[in-house]
């Protein structure tokens, strides 16, 4: 079983930067394959980006690429995104998730972290 926990959100204006956070607690292996998806209001959730076990392994959505960076340190259990140049339609609940494959989401989640952006 895997508890994924999200932090760092908040509200910025357009151009500025966060950090979100996931701590991962589990009591068996950490799956390989983390992400992060979000969900803006009335839409869908979608795909922001993965990472593989090494870190070498990064993927991400064409609306974020070059801006996000997904990171990870396993001897802390901990995922990051960091996010800069930061436009309004970032605006969205982010969520981490474990065991990700390709851009579809794994069965865990966190309970999510809300980013404002504003104009």
């Known amino acids: 079983q895997v508890h994924l926990v999200e932090s760092g959100g908040g509200s910025v204006q357009t151009g500025g930067s966060l950090r979100l956070s996931c701590t991962v607690s589990?009591?068996?292996?950490?799956?390989?394959?983390m992400g992060w998806f979000r969900q803006a209001p009335g839409k869908e959730r979608e795909f922001v980006a993965r990472?593989?076990?090494?870190?070498?392994?990064?993927y991400y959505a064409n609306s974020v690429k070059g801006r996000f960076t997904i990171s990870r340190d396993n001897t802390k259990n901990m995922v990051y995104l960091q996010m800069n140049m930061l436009k309004p339609e970032d605006t969205a609940v982010y969520y981490c998730?474990?065991?990700?494959?390709?851009?579809?989401?794994?069965?865990?989640w966190g309970q999510g972290t809300q980013v404002t952006v504003s104009s």
């Open positions: 998730n474990a065991d990700v494959r390709e851009t579809e989401p794994g069965p865990y």
């Open positions: 589990q009591r068996s292996t950490v799956p390989p394959i």
């Open positions: 990472i593989g076990w090494s870190g070498i392994s990064t």
